[in-house]
């Protein structure tokens, strides 16, 4: 099958290029290398750096190609840097979402798959409430998640009239090699690259803070089973359970051999307090389950040096 990744040169899309070529499929990247980087690029992928903000130098690469199916991954993806400034993430997440919606229903394309979010996209439910399902209702408190939420729609929207069906994944907070240390998110790869720098990692908050965390081969794994499987679903995937801002910093640092402590600064605005995503739909429509616990994928990703 010839798939087209977006972002296909950043941390996740990457990994699941790689298993997309090991799949035997024919695969081509459109990235603007905003956040990416050249070595991610695996060498048998087609690459076309293109903005996808750009509808006609998006269609010649739909002209070009003509994808069976369309994995977008493509977006500025900082809830921090949406805040500061929230047109860049909705000038890409939105309007390259659109672009990418219009085309696939222009050239035919019979699936597209979609990285959403399920970190932020439910803004911050009761404790009682976790973990969430699918179907809880939608609250985003930044721009960021305000962007995926209506790129979500954007693409329902040009799958009900366009003719191809689609998957929206909402990720947990996806950690493993090749994460980008020097960005905004990645607390996994931010707190070790400071550790081995022995520079004192900051934790925004009391480090109460939780967050749902999903290792990238997990991430990958649902990525291939939904090119055979799953038809017009929005999906959680993570591991269901929410961990604390102190446990990830002490799973680091004891990887690590970190002996500091970590710095405590004001909550930031924009982000929430707590989350857990319920994936069994996932197992349900996909036979999707993850494989790698937080330990494990801690210690696999500290093992490779991004
Ligand atoms: N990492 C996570 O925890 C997480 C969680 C939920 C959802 N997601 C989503 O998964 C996707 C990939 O995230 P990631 O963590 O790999 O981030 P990343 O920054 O490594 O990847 C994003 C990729 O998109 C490219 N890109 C950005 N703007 C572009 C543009 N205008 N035109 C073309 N390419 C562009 C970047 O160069 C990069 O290669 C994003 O959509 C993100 O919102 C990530």
């Known amino acids: 099958m010839k798939i087209l990744i977006t972002g296909g040169a950043g941390f996740i899309g990457s990994h699941i290029a790689d298993a997309y070529l090991r ?4 695969v081509v990247i459109a990235d603007n290398f905003g956040t990416a980087s050249e070595k991610n690029v695996p060498p048998r992928a087609r690459l076309h750096r293109v903005d996808i903000r750009d509808l006609s130098l998006l269609r010649r690469v739909f002209e070009a190609e003509r994808p069976d199916l369309v994995n977008h991954h493509a977006a500025i993806a900082s809830v921090a840097h949406s805040l500061r400034d929230p047109t860049p993430t909705m000038d890409t997440n939105v309007m390259g979402t659109l672009n990418v919606a219009f085309l696939s229903s222009e050239f035919g394309v019979r699936k597209l798959l979609f990285a959403s979010t399920g970190g932020v996209i439910y803004g911050d439910p009761p404790r009682l409430d976790l973990p969430v399902s699918e179907s809880y209702p939608r609250n985003p408190l930044s721009p960021y998640a305000l962007s995926k939420v209506l790129a979500e729609d954007i693409i329902k929207f040009y799958a009900s009239r366009g003719g191809f069906s689609f998957l929206v994944f909402r990720y947990a907070n996806v950690y493993g090699p090749r994460q980008n240390p020097k960005g905004e998110a990645g607390v996994i790869a931010i707190f070790s690259e400071l550790m081995r720098e022995e520079t004192r990692p900051t934790i925004f908050g009391d480090g109460s803070k939780t967050r749902d ?13 939904a090119l055979e499987r799953g038809e017009n679903e929005v999906l959680n995937i993570g591991l269901g359970k929410e961990i604390t801002d102190d446990r ?5 640092a004891d990887e690590i051999e970190y002996k500091g402590n970590p710095n405590y600064a004001p909550f930031r605005e924009g982000e929430n307090l707590r989350i857990s995503l319920d994936a069994s739909r996932a197992e349900k429509i996909l036979g999707w389950k993850p494989k790698i616990s937080l330990e494990e994928g801690v210690r696999r990703t500290l093992r490779v040096k991004s």
């Open 23 to 26: 799949a035997g499929h024919d």
């Open 213 to 225: 965390y999903v290792y990238v081969d997990d991430i990958v794994s649902a990525n291939l089973l």
């Open 248 to 252: 990830v910093f002490q799973l680091v």
